[in-house]
């Protein structure tokens, strides 16, 4: 029976888990709890025992943060699927999944223990080159292996079976980064000095034009699992690397969106920077991101032995030539992709309901003005993407 936990009735129900219990170690009065909730939609404890330590997230019956927008509990169920279907691929890269309890809806993993969110780290002036490169291969090894051409057709049709279901999530996908930043919607709010630019989202024919293109792109384009809102707070990351977390807005769609929602919140670090050197230093992040993920994703392409339903002539790899066209198109397709979701993110973390906290702690006037920059750059690469991919990444389109 679902009811929300506190510390006291989560102790309890990891007392009765004795895979989790022998985790911890000791007594279940030895364990520290301590709540964690930091995102948007659900309740998160760190559990920590005399011999090990665990994380648990459960669903709330509504947004954690606005009690009166309710929601289905059903979340957690698709991200501890996301976790199950991804692991194999990337299993140094997300933390390890340990429990899931489907009346509770209650997810356990690994703790990632003296981690903090990529938007910290970026905060704190941490190198992002390091950690760009290493979500470029996370995205290629997650999207290539549950796409159509990393495996037999019978993979994508079980993936896109259970996670089009998702579609409680999706649905804020769809209003909060879609559709609301371009008309006036109340749960839209923005600083004053972006009102501007705020109208011309609401009636700029080429923006509106790109923006149904976008939508078309989101709902047609069924290429592989997506982690569905990967953004630098979707990131964990120590001197060792980054692991990814909190897959519940998963389903099928374009490659390019993971990857837009991954250079965007770069984009927004950048301009919310201190000084020049460091906007550059995150900047350049961006074009690091994306060839890593073009490599990776090339690499899988030519390399990966699993069965697939390639046509046989490619199979054999022997037309180097024909081999490399066929990625040139698919790259340029999820180059051009990646800056219009990017795009649309960067607008709706500035002019829509669920902001970044990149600008947070800057004066008022310091923040109108770079938030205006950042949204003047989003405006021009939406307005034509044709030439967005240039402009987004101005050293290497797709240079395979
Ligand atoms: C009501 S949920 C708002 C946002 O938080 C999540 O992290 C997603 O980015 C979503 O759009
Ligand atoms: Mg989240």
Redesign the pocket.
């Known amino acids: 029976q679902y009811h929300p936990l506190n510390p006291d009735s989560l102790r309890q129900v990891l007392s009765d888990l004795p895979s989790l219990a022998i985790r911890l170690g000791g007594a279940p009065s030895d364990w520290n709890i301590r709540e964690v909730s930091d995102?948007?939609?659900n309740s998160v404890w760190l559990v920590h025992g005399p011999s090990g330590s665990l994380c648990a997230k459960q669903s709330l019956p509504h947004?954690r943060?606005?009690p009166s927008?309710k929601m289905p509990l059903d979340r957690t169920t698709f991200e501890a699927g996301w976790l199950q279907a991804v692991a194999p691929l990337v299993p140094d890269m997300v933390p390890e999944f340990l429990h899931f309890d489907p009346q509770l809806f209650l997810l356990v993993t690994a703790c990632l223990d003296d981690h903090v969110t990529f938007t910290e780290a970026l905060a704190k002036g941490m190198d992002p080159a390091p950690v760009a490169s290493q979500i470029g291969r996370f995205v290629a090894q997650t999207t290539f292996h549950t796409s159509w051409r990393g495996g037999p057709f019978e993979n994508m049709a079980r993936l896109e079976g259970f996670f089009s279901g998702n579609t409680t999530l999706t649905r804020?996908?769809v209003d909060?980064?879609l559709t609301d930043p371009y008309h006036d919607h109340p749960r839209n709010h923005y600083h004053p000095a972006l009102k501007p630019l705020v109208n011309q989202l609401h009636i700029d024919p080429a923006i509106h034009r790109s923006v149904c293109h976008m939508q078309s792109q989101f709902f047609t384009a069924r290429e592989a699992l997506l982690h569905g809102?990967l953004?630098s707070?979707?990131v964990m990351v120590d001197r060792n690397g980054a692991s990814v977390i909190?897959g519940e807005?998963s389903c099928i769609g374009p490659i390019g969106f993971d990857c837009g929602m991954f250079v965007a919140s770069l984009i927004l670090a950048s301009f919310a920077a201190p000084t020049e050197a460091r906007r550059n230093q995150i900047r350049q992040a961006a074009p690091i991101f994306h060839q890593s993920f073009l490599k990776a994703y090339c690499d899988e392409w030519l390399h990966s032995d699993a069965k697939t339903d390639l046509a046989p002539a490619f199979l054999t790899r022997d037309d180097a030539a024909e081999i490399q066209r066929q990625q040139q198109e698919e790259c340029d397709r999820i180059t051009t992709d990646t800056a219009g979701f990017a795009a649309m993110e960067i607008i709706?973390r500035l002019t829509g309901?669920?902001h970044t906290s990149h600008f947070d702690n800057l004066p008022e006037t310091e923040k109108g003005q770079k938030q205006y920059q950042a949204l003047s750059f989003a405006i021009q690469l939406l307005s034509d993407l044709k030439t967005a991919p240039e402009n987004l990444f101005p050293h290497g389109k797709t240079a395979l």
């Open positions: 995102g948007n939609l947004v943060v606005d927008w804020i996908t909060l980064v809102d953004h707070g979707s909190d807005f709706r309901y669920a």
